[in-house]
């Protein structure tokens, strides 16, 4: 039981973040129909821009209110979305909505191998340590184990996040007009949604979900070139599992990956990198479209 217990634990905390990163992938997505390649470069810039903010703040002053730092990380990852949204969004990849989604995936591709090297050209290729928030809360016991509280903070922040995104999809005016663009594109546009705002204001909460990501990962880690890299791998496993555009598919599919990989760590470590190509092609197997499969509208 104790054992159950562990996986499940970790299971949960590494899944909170996984869904952090891959839910603004699947909105974009939903929304723009773009596969966006160059989401876990955004999420290295969130990190890193994080570990930039909250080293000044400590430098100057934060040890008088430590726990200001959480309001600056979250601060960082909303300048970056501000800052890189409009220019990616407006200035490239409105040129490319109408055209083949393989198009998207190079367009976005090249942009990740910019962004790579842009981050190279402005912090170096030495690690960034910015470990206060870290241990601020303690830690928790948990079974028989202790955990940094700081990762439940994270669970938390992944289960608000979601409520949030679904409260303004579901609930909020914006959010129906995002979700009538999502199913018919042009019928939205027929009657008189501003379709350009829409995706504008999709792609930016993708990117600050996606900067938000790199944030609460930045405490936790040498945030270091290459970062994005492996998030991006993983977030794309999570997505398809769960389906692509599909929101509550980006939970069941982390949900899936994060406690298949800590069994695995547990009870067989040398699988770890397996695992989660394995759960994504057994689902594919019966669920070629993922789990929770996107309504498409059939023009006659």
Known sequence: MDLLLVILVDGLIYGAWL???????????????????????????????TATAVGIYFAYGGDAFPLGSYAVMALAAIIVAVVIAPLLERGLLRH?????????????????????????????????????????????????????????????????TGFAVWYFLNRTRRGKVMLAVIHDREMSQTMGVNVDKVFLLAFGAGVFLAAFG????????????????NVIIVAFAVIIIGGLGSIEGAALG??????????????????????????????LIFRPEGIFVRTQTRKI
């Open 214 to 229: 790199g944030a609460l990962t930045a405490p936790m880690i040498s945030v270091s070139p290459g970062i994005g890299v």
């Open 19 to 49: 869904f952090i990163v891959s839910v603004g992938l699947t909105l974009v997505f939903g929304v723009l129909g773009i596969l966006n390649l160059a989401h876990g470069s955004l999420y290295a810039i969130g990190a890193y821009s």
């Open 96 to 160: 490319f909505y109408h055209r083949d989604e393989v198009i998207g995936v190079l367009v976005t591709y090249g942009v990740f191998l910019i962004l790579e090297d842009a981050i190279k050209l402005i912090w170096g290729v030495d690690p960034l340590f910015v470990y206060e928030p870290y241990d601020l809360l303690g830690m928790v016991e948990a079974g028989p184990l202790f955990y940094v509280a700081y990762d439940f903070l994270v669970i938390a922040v992944s289960a608000i």
């Open 254 to 283: 982390a949900v899936m990956v994060g406690i298949s990989r800590a069994a695995s760590v547990h009870l067989m470590p040398e699988l770890e990198l397996f695992i989660i190509y394995f759960v994504m092609a057994v689902v």
